[in-house]
């Protein structure tokens, strides 16, 4: 393939890598409050337990898209500034939107306390990050009710995309930590990306970032740290998490220069990377549920790491589709995974919310509210309920990409950039 070629390729499987992420984790956060209690659907349950691998391996996406789209013979196309402008503008329409939905579904379901999920309804409630076994065997021990300073404090880290940097809980939508720490990875890409696509050695370099990802959890075993605020640096912590991002970006370089060199795999040894993801990510599951408390942080911090980044280089290999309705949906929904990322928690607790209204007894709502509230209680969410979820969840998040985070993404740039560009040097 000629120089250059690759830069204006568009990788169809990371589209859909995008979407099915999403959506993993939308299941991860969700489906287990339709699981039965008999332990019927354990299996399924385990399945879904490993929403940590999806994000990481989102960070590890964003990192080799980024790489691919800003790169032109290992230069960033523009400077840093715009670059740190339209990340922003990206992100910020998609965490203010879906924070503000978070607090109205907060409301409305302190309003109408439904139990059990109303009755501890509130801006203020959070859960302390911890994986100790007093945590699972008395959760209630770690929930915790902000104080006004509390409040006030972490309202304005979100504000500033710097949420992620609290270690001791999440607050209001849990996975919108993900959105601070791509803003910092963002900020770190103009300084660490063309460093790392010029090197020559990027196998060393890979090697290198993932031993320097697996010390922090090694330390917290090492030192059996497993409470607050440990748990919380290893899910979250920016710098912790950056390594992912670094990943990504060695990932594209090497794929870049056997793509460009003619030495891609054959069918063979893909196959063969197929079946150690496979493996990987099974083999994880049962050793994440079933296995020692501390394979949750090897696992989640570089255990999985190499699994991932196979995962992104073999979907990168997929080819275009035929097919002109694939070719139409699929860049939409891989550009509305991470309004799935930031929707799914409050979308599914207003469903929640109101499936209970509906199923329980309505008619009685109009007549005699509490007798209305306390029937929705004793209503059970159904699995036929959660798929429709699922359905309105994928047609939601588009709606809200496109008729949303588009149109004042584009307004941001429109504005701003003029102010940021460096204006242009007169002809001579």
């Known amino acids: 393939m000629p120089v250059g070629t690759q830069q204006k390729q568009r990788f169809i499987g990371l589209e859909w890598l995008r979407f099915l992420m999403g959506m993993y984790v939308a299941v991860y956060h969700t489906a287990h409050m339709y699981f039965p209690e008999d332990g019927s659907l354990q299996w399924l349950r385990d399945a879904t337990s490993m929403g940590f691998f999806a994000t990481s391996t989102f960070f590890v996406l964003s990192g080799f898209l980024l790489a691919h789209v800003y790169f032109v013979d290992d230069r960033l196309r523009e400077p840093a500034p715009s670059f740190w402008l339209k990340r922003l503008a990206n992100l910020y329409p998609i965490h203010v939107f879906s924070l503000l939905l978070t607090i109205a579904v907060l409301l409305l379901m302190q309003y109408m306390a439904i139990p059990p999920d109303g009755a501890k309804a509130s801006v203020r409630f959070v859960v302390f990050d911890t994986n100790e076994v007093l945590a699972r065997q008395q959760p209630e021990l770690f929930h915790h009710y902000m104080s006004n300073w509390e409040l006030a404090l972490n309202s304005a880290l979100q504000l500033t995309l710097l949420h992620a940097w609290n270690p001791f809980y999440l607050t209001f939508n849990a996975p919108l930590w993900s959105i601070s720490a791509l803003f910092f990875f963002y900020l770190m890409f103009p300084i660490f990306g063309p460093r790392l696509m010029a090197s020559k050695q990027p196998w060393k370099l890979l090697l290198l970032v993932g031993g320097l990802y697996l010390i922090p959890p090694l330390f917290v075993i090492w030192n059996q740290d497993y409470g607050i605020p440990y748990t919380g640096l290893i899910h979250r912590f920016p710098l912790f998490r950056l390594p992912e991002f670094l990943a990504g970006i060695l990932a594209y370089s090497i794929f870049r220069y056997q793509s460009e060199a003619s030495t891609l795999p054959g069918r063979p040894v893909r196959l063969a990377l197929i079946a150690y993801v496979a493996v990987s990510f099974c083999t994880a599951t049962v050793l994440f549920t079933s296995g020692p408390k501390f394979w949750y942080y090897l696992l989640h911090n570089g255990l999985l790491l190499p699994a991932q980044l196979i995962l992104v280089y073999l979907t990168a290999l997929i080819a275009e589709p035929r097919s002109a309705s694939l070719k139409k949906w699929l860049p939409r929904l891989g550009a509305a995974s991470l309004s799935i990322f930031v929707l799914h928690v409050p979308l599914s607790a207003l469903f929640r919310t ?21 029937a929705a209680g004793r209503f059970e969410n159904t699995l036929t309920g959660y798929f429709i979820f699922l359905a309105l969840l994928i047609v939601a998040s588009v709606l809200f990409q496109e008729r949303l985070v588009t149109p004042t993404r584009k307004w941001i740039v429109a504005k701003l950039l003029p102010l940021v560009a460096k204006p242009s040097k007169p002809a001579s």
Do not use: N, Q, R, T
């Not at 109101?354 to 306390?374: Q, R």
């Open 354 to 374: 109101l499936e209970k209204l509906l199923m329980g007894d309505l008619p009685l709502c109009f007549s005699d509210w509490s007798a209305c509230i306390a």
